[in-house]
């Protein structure tokens, strides 16, 4: 080589420099939270790249971390960009639910919105908005009306969440065969892999974070990809064409969410999700009553009937007739009943080519079951399975919400059973195509169903859904989903959920809204090798803890008939809050949470533990001061485990007040429920005055 090339190797570096001047950083742009909790700052670097960062009370929570986004047709928008604070401003208001855990949330929160403009090129420009609350931060792209910029495509965002310190993480994979039905891992969060979200982290000095999305509207769902160390990036789904997203502008994305506290109960207690969508653009709901149902579903998971019509057929008009009766007698809303119509006969899951949704199999009688429900005060709830042939369910919705609004049903059950990446949809080219259920295509066509059952008064409980993200605010009749492992893995998983799995719930899934994970089983023997992992305590506690306002008694009416006693308190537990608070919990172990009832002054209590046994104090403050309550227990028996002695529970009585302090005794897998009611008026002492052991 020449001893020359080093010379010209460093004339060429000198003259691309002077060529392109490094940018100036811009002065960072500050905001905080009502309260000064939380900061963020935004800024550029010599290189023109955007960044946030997030403190809480001065420390570190979100290191400095990209902005930007890839496009499919267009240069990327990460470098050359300027900074500006476009305005600011302040929201203090309060807005009523018309159902959900709480009567009424307070929206307050600081706004502050940045523009990002390219010096040279083309000159665009995205705006970043944050939103800044004591318990979290929101932030949003939204792309103005440009000619340079109008349709488009884009191929991935540059979003980053750069974890400011160690410590452990909850997550869920993504991207596999079985999309969102996988246990919690519990890993360093240097060991997540590919996440969905809510993942939620722990700092090694206690700190809780949780990373989510708000606001899903004609966008693909966001995953989070561990790039390297703590750093995080979004990875959008992938939709049908080249582009991940594909909008004319002026749009904006979803939310990018993160609800900080100081203890996990925290996270819980947090309003972010539903305060970034839209309020409600449905107007008057009260045709929809918050409800619970039995229903002919269980049987089929247990293998004692089946979906499909033949001589084990489980929607008959007998069967139906059975559970209205008994759902009449004990006060239920609700029967469901799956495999009503035709198309379950032969391999419908996910094609969904031969699913009716307006016909009847040939021995179910669909009139004559929904009169006799009526004429019992109890209503069918639909239940719609597609197979994830969306195009399909799509060609006959209208005619089916109006069938179900003739004949008085008003909620539906929907189902998308299929394989990752194999939903069914027609794109905008007018082709049938595959794709995964959290794409763009499938956000659009899981809120046309709920918009267009809205116009038929009917409400949606979505299964195999996309991701909730708080678009019940803007849409109440969306009232609850799945989305995680449910109940139905204990009748035949191998292996089932370990008793750990909804002391992880509480603070992952549920972080994004209700639930429809039905409880109340008492059958614990089930072809999962396990059968169902908890005691019956817990099972009854689960009402309390995991919402939802449309709750299954999942389990056979003869086990219910044959329990009447620890029954009871399905029976009395409600599914409609106008409070609630989270006494005590940590993530994957223990959750104690009090709701109170909106149609009454009972409160309820439902408190879970995981594997392991133990005891835990809960003050009863949330009671009225001054007034004496009846409180109605239901615990663990002193020999309760969930592998020895699912069934050993005791229920007693005693009396209580806003002063007094009880230890729940939780064993393996066990849990403990509690219904608190006034006594107006009696005074009594607070020693136990009833205790009886319910019989299996």
Known sequence: MSILAPLYRLLFIGLLAAATPALAATPIIRA??????????????GDGRASYAITRLGKPVIAPSKLGFLFVDAPKFDRNLVASDLGRRSVDETWEQPWGEWRYIRNHFNELRVGLTETGGLKRRIDVVFRLYDDGVGFRYEFPDQPQLKTVKIGEELTEFVMAQPGEAWWNTAFEWDREEYLYNRTRIEEVGLAQTPMTVRFTDGLHVAIHEAALVDYS????????????KAALTPSVGDAKVTRTAPFPTPWRTLQIADSAGGLYMSNLILNLNEPNRLGDV???????????????HLDNKTWSTGPRHGATTSEAMRYIDFAAQHGFGGVLVEGWNKGWDGEWFGHGDDFSFTEPAADFDLKKVTAYAKSKGVQLIGHHETGANAARYESQ????????????????????????????????????????????????????????AARHHVAIDTHEPIKDTGLRRTYPN???????????????????????????????????????????????????????PTTWAKQLALYVVLYSPVQMAADRIENYTANPKPFKFI??????????????????????????????DDWYLGSISDESGRTLTVQLGFLDPGRQYRAEIYRDGPSADWKTAPTDIVIEQRQVTAADTLNLRLAPGGGQAIRFTPIDGKHGSRGADRAEKARP
């Open 478 to 532: 969306w009232v609850s989903g799945e989305g995680s492992r449910g109940q139905e893995y204990n009748a035949w998983g191998n292996p089932g959920n370990p008793p750990e799995h909804e002391t992880n719930l509480v603070f992952t899934r549920m972080l994004r809204g209700p639930m429809d994970f039905t409880p109340g089983v008492f059958g614990m023997k089930t072809r999962s090798p396990d059968g169902v």
């Open 571 to 600: 029976e009395d537990v409600p599914t409609d809050w106008s409070d609630t608070r989270v006494l005590n919990g940590r993530v994957g172990d223990f959750v104690t949470i009090a709701r109170k009832d909106r149609k009454s």
């Open 286 to 300: 009260s045709w929809f009553k918050p409800t619970k149902f039995v229903g002919i579903w269980w049987d089929m």
């Open 32 to 45: 905080s939270s009502p309260d000064s909790v939380l900061s963020v700052e935004v800024a550029t670097d």
């Open 397 to 452: 919705m209208e005619a089916a919400f109006a069938l179900d609004e003739q004949l008085g049903i008003n909620t539906v059950k929907t189902g998308y059973v299929s394989d990752a990446a194999q939903a069914q949809v027609i794109g905008q080219d007018g082709k049938p195509h595959l794709t995964w259920h959290e794409s763009q295509d499938m956000a659009r066509h899981y809120l046309k169903v709920v918009e267009t």
């Open 221 to 232: 769902g966001m995953n989070l990809a561990r790039v390297e160390g703590r750093r995080f």
